[in-house]
């Protein structure tokens, strides 16, 4: 286990939540990982460290639903309660279930930036959000921010900058 965690409930048990909780893990943790400095005032509580206990907090976090989870209508957010923090912390307490459309809102509204992103045809297009901009432009937003960050130059014919 990269992380040397302890587990006991097999990821085979519920492989979406296992994904859940060690994407929250490594977006934290993993100084690699492409996010990593968009995290680096967030931890996770000690008691999710263990994936036994994630699993048996998840469905008392507000806004759990087992169909919209299963159907990846939902997602983990703590932007939302700790709006007015600087240092963010995931558990029971300080996250809530909320869809995609909501996540994506507050999603880095603490590290909002606007960025000019430069088309194949050489057009300027200001945004303030790597979703937004990946979404109409149908970009996949994990290489918009590689290149926002220096570890890639361009993607189909598409660069950016930050302002």
């Known amino acids: 286990m990269k992380y ?22 490594d977006r934290c943790y ?9 995290y680096k005032n967030v931890t996770v509580c000690d008691r999710w460290l263990c994936f036994d206990y994630f699993v048996e907090d998840a469905v008392k976090i507000e806004g759990w639903d087992r169909n ?7 997602q983990l957010d703590k932007d939302i309660k700790q709006q007015n923090k600087t240092i963010k912390v995931y558990s029971v307490d ?4 909320v869809d995609k459309q ?6 880095y509204s ?3 930036q606007k960025f000019i992103a430069v088309t194949p045809n050489g057009e300027l297009q200001e945004y303030d959000s790597i979703n937004q901009c990946a979404r109409e432009n149908k970009l ?6 590689r290149i926002l960050h220096g570890k890639r130059k361009s993607i189909y014919g598409w660069t950016f900058f930050y302002k």
């Open 110 to 112: 603490h590290l909002t």
């Open 94 to 97: 300080t996250c809530m279930w």
């Open 140 to 145: 996949p937003p994990g290489s918009i921010s």
């Open 102 to 107: 909501i996540n994506n809102k507050y999603q």
């Open 4 to 25: 040397g965690y302890s587990i006991n409930i097999k990821w085979k048990d519920d492989p979406h939540l296992y994904a859940v909780w060690y994407k929250m893990l």
């Open 68 to 74: 919209k989870f299963i159907n990846k209508q939902i």
């Open 30 to 38: 993993n100084t690699n990982h492409v996010r990593y400095n968009a």
